[in-house]
């Protein structure tokens, strides 16, 4: 169905979930609007309308939003203010100002869906330049490139997001570098997010693995290792024949474990740790990095061996390497 409050100001003390039908908040004469309260609106379906009577009134919006659906439109002059956050999560959502924009200590987010960000169309004039963006890489997918998170059809912004109030999150871990662009293309401004691939997506795209599993923990070849192992000690993460990622020599009275590491480890923000145990269901000891004998391979990799002695009371020892990236 639809709901309609024709109301100067509207103060929402809880939460106005949309999941299909229509919900306007309007104002029935030529003055300003104000939608603000403690509570929150979420739109997955249907259509969220916050309108003014003509283009020139003024809305000011402080209300926290999350559209993952549907049609958010927004028509009059706009302030996006204080407490207002306005949250586009995945890719299937529309979100339209076909008047002025301005966001006023108010927040963008956008949680990526698989293919990308829904983009927002801001017909005439954006001002953004006293507002926060953060973009998070959720459920993307996709490959390096240009994305569009805001496109002004004119041309015409008065103020672009500062540089120290944008924050991008979780890109690096899925093979990317991420920026974001801000000029003009054309007769349309656009803020872009930007995505080519680090060293680790370099690596995982030169072994031909899609881009949709870049994830860290994906195992395209189902060997068991995933693949920030399989980049940490350069085996093929396609080829479930290439390098164990841990070598084990039983000996007389010790046992020999070793991998490889890369030689610029540290600079590629790499950790490594060998932890062992006497038992699968016993508690696991992180061995000491100084106590192992480093070996050069080759210029991108050396070998790293722990001689471990064996425990007195079982001739059985079992190992893990764990490898993480900051």
């Excluded at 030529?30 to 979420?42: A, M, P, R, V």
């Excluded at 009577?53 to 993952?68: A, C, E, G, I, K």
């Excluded at 963008?108 to 001002?127: A, E, K, Q």
């Excluded at 569009?148 to 109030?165: A, K, Q």
């Amino acid at each position: 169905g639809s709901l309609l409050a024709p109301q100067q100001t509207t103060n929402l003390a809880g939460d106005l979930i949309i999941d299909g039908g229509s919900v306007t908040l309007s104002s029935s004469s030529n003055t300003s609007t104000t939608t603000s309260g403690t509570g929150h609106i979420s739109l997955s379906s249907g259509e969220l309308n916050i309108l003014s009577s003509s283009n020139v009134d003024l809305q000011t919006y402080s209300l926290p939003t999350t559209v993952s659906g549907g049609s958010l439109f927004i028509y009059g002059q706009v302030y996006l203010r204080g407490a207002s956050t306005l949250t586009i999560t995945g890719d299937s959502a529309s979100v339209s100002y076909p008047t002025y924009a301005r966001v006023s200590n108010g927040e963008m987010v956008f949680n990526l869906g698989t293919s990308g960000p829904s983009m927002i169309n801001n017909t005439i004039w954006g001002f953004y330049d006293r507002s926060f963006l953060t973009v998070n890489a959720d459920q993307f997918a996709g490959g390096a490139g240009s994305y569009p998170l805001i496109t002004i059809n004119n041309s015409s912004t008065y103020g672009v997001f500062p540089e120290g109030n944008i924050t991008l999150n979780g890109f690096a871990q899925k093979g990317f570098n991420a920026t974001v662009q801000q000029s003009v293309s054309g007769n349309t401004f656009v803020i872009s997010l930007v995505l080519t691939l680090n060293d680790y997506g370099q690596y995982l795209n030169d072994a031909g693995v899609s881009s949709a599993l870049f994830s860290p923990s994906a195992d395209p070849d189902r060997d068991g290792v995933p693949n920030l192992i399989e980049y940490a000690t350069g085996s093929n993460p396609m080829d479930k024949s290439s390098n164990a990622p841990l070598d084990c020599t039983p000996g007389d009275d010790q046992v020999s474990l070793g991998f490889r590491r890369r030689t610029d480890y540290s600079a590629r923000a790499l950790s490594y740790s060998l932890k062992t145990s006497v038992s699968l269901d016993g508690s696991w000891s992180t061995e000491d990095d100084t106590t192992a004998t480093v070996s050069t391979i080759d210029a991108d990799y050396e070998y790293v061996n722990f001689s471990l002695p064996r425990h007195e009371n079982t001739d059985k020892i079992f190992a893990i390497l764990e490898v993480s990236q900051n």
